[in-house]
């Protein structure tokens, strides 16, 4: 069965720093993974997903995230954070089974200081 | 193009009453996931329908059961509320059910129960 470690619950971050939101899954095949953020009182809205090629993918709104195989994380990237990006993050697993059930990670919740 | 809409956005029940939460999903999407989010467990699964079949069910009891229509439209069903079903209920849609396609959330529905 597949699982997601987001180890950072509270994260503050300074308007124009870098951001880097950890995620560890754990799935004995090749994992379809996916960062997905949620404004308060709001939906989730997909940043970005990765299922298999470059392990560096992009995303909307100048987000990134890298895929290691050998470390089974998926950190999620910004170089510049905006007030705007205070939201939670979520980040999840699914597995190619046929089904598009996703295990999601307990979230991280991004706060950004003028 | 409209988004998912779920209704009501609200919700507030007792003990051992029923409810039930719509999904509209986006139009020409086949494809129905239901989610329960809470602070103390997070983002959990529930259902996955497609062609008004249901594909997959998360692990929670027999009182929490779902359909879809022909026009995809989704509805789920709580029996029996207990204290601890109050959480947001959140609904998403996808063209087909294939793990690599993007989810699009509705804003859910908060179910309150008292």
């Known amino acids: 069965a597949q699982s997601v470690t987001q180890p950072d619950i509270h994260i503050t971050v300074s308007e124009g720093a870098s951001l880097e939101l950890r995620c560890n899954y754990s799935y004995g095949a090749t994992p379809y993974l996916f960062w997905y953020v949620q404004s308060p009182g709001q939906g989730l809205q997909l940043l970005l997903k990765?299922?298999?090629?470059?392990?560096l993918v992009q995303g909307i709104k100048g987000f990134e995230a890298e895929f290691k195989r050998s470390q089974s994380s998926f950190n999620l990237r910004k170089p510049s954070v905006h007030w705007s990006d205070a939201a939670e993050y979520f980040c999840a697993v699914g597995a190619n089974t046929g089904f598009q059930k996703l295990v999601f990670g307990t979230g991280t919740r991004l706060l950004v200081s003028p | 193009k409209a988004g998912v809409t779920q209704t009501p956005r609200y919700l507030i029940k007792t003990r051992g009453q029923q409810v039930t939460l719509s999904c509209s999903p986006i139009s020409g999407h086949r494809s129905v996931s239901w989610y329960q989010q809470t602070p103390g467990q997070g983002l959990q699964f529930l259902f996955e329908y497609f062609s008004e079949t249901q594909r997959n069910k998360g692990n929670f009891p027999g009182r929490f059961s779902g359909r879809q229509f022909s026009n995809s439209r989704s509805e789920m069903n709580v029996s029996t509320l207990e204290l601890g079903d109050s959480a947001l209920y959140l609904c998403?849609?996808?063209?087909?059910?294939?793990?690599?396609?993007?989810?699009?959330f509705g804003s859910g529905t908060q179910l309150s129960v008292l």
């Open positions: 998403a849609s996808s063209p087909t059910q294939a793990i690599n396609e993007k989810l699009f």
């Open positions: 990765y299922f298999s090629g470059d392990t």
